[in-house]
């Protein structure tokens, strides 16, 4: 079951809407973001960020013709999903060139 939050402006129809919708796709959305990564937690996180995004377009999903709908939601995960993991890669990076190699010469000696 999808959540909406109070303060957001969806009438009954759009939630209907994108509640069967995502009922529908939830797999073909789940399969998607699986093929950019396999730890679940980052795929839970690919899947809500693509929800967030596609809310605001509730209006344009429901003027898309039913068989275009498959092909805009997997669009949707995979931009998601490849800038969830440019996002990683650039946190990765950042972390690793603060972190002196002497620090893990001193931990791996504290640690024997």
């Known amino acids: 079951m999808l959540l909406f939050r109070a303060d957001d402006s969806v009438t009954r129809q759009e939630r209907e809407f ?5 009922l529908k796709h939830h797999r073909l959305m789940y399969q998607t973001a699986c093929k950019y990564v396999s730890n679940k937690l980052d795929l839970e996180d690919i899947l809500q960020d693509s929800i967030e995004k596609l809310l605001p377009r509730i209006q344009k999903l429901m003027q898309l013709p039913s068989c275009a709908l498959p092909a805009y939601l997997v669009y949707t995960v995979r931009s998601t999903a490849i800038n969830f993991q440019k ?3 650039f946190e990765n990076s950042h972390i690793s060139s603060q972190i002196d190699p002497e620090d893990f010469d001193s931990l791996n000696a504290n640690a024997s």
Do not use: V
Request: glycine content about 0%.
């Open 87 to 89: 996002h990683k890669s």
């Open 18 to 22: 994108f509640e069967e919708l995502y």
